[in-house]
């Protein structure tokens, strides 16, 4: 219970952090203010939905199925390296920047047996 805690406010700590130098890097504030927008600019459920969807989507897919083909050599650096190529289809500079250590920041429970369900249950349904 305490490393999912302090892995949280670890990432918000360092995503914050972030943030205050983003907001100094015009290509960076650029590229987030972009990835805003889209939230303004649809309808509340629509954008919800579309963000709880594809949270679980990459729950199952990067850290179940991927991570499970990857094998037992490098299933972490495998499915990070390929979440980090799979965001720069978005060509936008923050996201990539942030993809990689957040995957790598939330890949310890991948392994476990139910790991993928276990974090999609606990996130999006509140159950454990």
Do not use: H
């Amino acid at each position: 219970m305490v490393t999912p805690v302090v892995s949280g406010v670890g990432a918000f700590g360092a995503f914050y952090a972030a943030a205050l130098v983003a907001r100094r890097v015009p290509v960076l504030k650029r590229a987030i203010g972009s990835v805003l927008r889209y939230a303004d600019q649809g309808s509340t459920s629509l954008v919800l939905t579309t963000t709880l969807a594809n949270g679980v989507a990459e729950e199952v897919f990067f850290r179940g199925a991927l991570y499970a083909a990857a094998g037992a050599d490098r299933p972490v650096i495998v499915s990070t390296a390929v979440y980090g190529l799979a965001t720069t289809a978005t060509r936008n500079p923050a996201l990539v920047l942030a993809s990689v250590p957040m995957v790598c920041s939330s890949r310890s429970s991948a392994g476990s047996p139910g790991g993928s369900r276990r974090r999609c249950s606990r996130t999006w349904c509140g159950r454990p």
